[in-house]
């Protein structure tokens, strides 16, 4: 870990202390884990780096994460939209879904996350497709037209209190406040990165969203969302 200090300046490790919700030795091993991304000529200067997309999804907690994809489009702060990271963009994705994080981070993030037209409402189609994110694409897993169209009724029934057809960000805070689970798990851990890792806990999620869509309608749409968000931030 002194070699991981060595690198990183004292200012900035205190700046980077409070600007996230991580500890100093959480900090220095995201530095760590970051730098082993870079080509070695290139780990010496790893705060002014970028890692390609391509590198970032070699993490096993993100390879087997079915929002792989959005998690480094919303963490990416690169301006011509590769979705490479800095440090910065990698220590700000690990501080939301650190233990410390509050619920509000927390939600506001899986709000944008889920939000794959980045419009600011979650409608149909990001429902549709957060779903089918979670099921996959085989056919033994896939819902039905008419088990998707149900399930997104029934979410937007129960969370959509304006009535517009949409998921607000404001709707979809109410929904998680009433998730005690969603701020105790995340999405990554950082022990090595992860405690935990993700694929033991993504190894049911067709058969898990199964039971809760496909056991007798009408299925509460809240309690639905709340599963997937649960789904989404569990590591096992």
Request: charged share 25%; net charge negative; aromatic share 8%.
């Amino acid at each position: 870990m002194g070699g991981s200090a060595s690198l990183l300046p004292r200012e900035a490790l205190g700046e980077y202390q409070e600007l996230t919700f991580l500890t100093k030795q959480e900090i220095l091993l995201a530095y760590k884990r970051f730098s082993e991304l870079l080509p070695k000529e290139e780990r010496e200067n790893a705060c002014s780096a970028r890692v390609p997309k391509s590198q970032i999804l070699t993490l096993p907690e993100l390879r087997a994460n079915p929002f792989q994809h959005r998690i480094c489009r919303v963490f990416s702060t690169s301006g011509n939209g590769d979705d490479s990271m800095s440090f910065e963009d990698f220590l700000d994705m690990l501080s939301v879904f650190s233990d410390s994080a509050t619920l509000d981070i927390k939600s506001h993030y899986a709000f944008r996350i889920f939000d794959f037209d980045e419009d600011g409402t979650l409608d149909r189609s990001d429902l549709e497709k957060l779903v089918d994110c979670l099921t996959g694409q085989g056919e033994e897993s896939r819902l039905s037209n008419a088990e998707m169209e149900q399930l997104i009724q029934n979410i937007l029934e129960e969370s959509d209190i304006d009535k517009d057809g949409t998921i607000n960000l404001s709707e979809f805070q109410h929904v998680i406040s009433r998730s005690p689970d969603f701020v105790r798990y995340d999405v990554l851990q950082l022990h090595g990165l992860s405690r935990g890792g993700l694929s033991g806990g993504f190894a049911g999620v067709g058969a898990e969203l199964w039971v809760v869509v496909g056991q007798g309608y009408p299925v509460r749409g809240n309690r639905v969302l709340r599963e997937l968000c649960k789904i989404l931030s569990r590591t096992g």
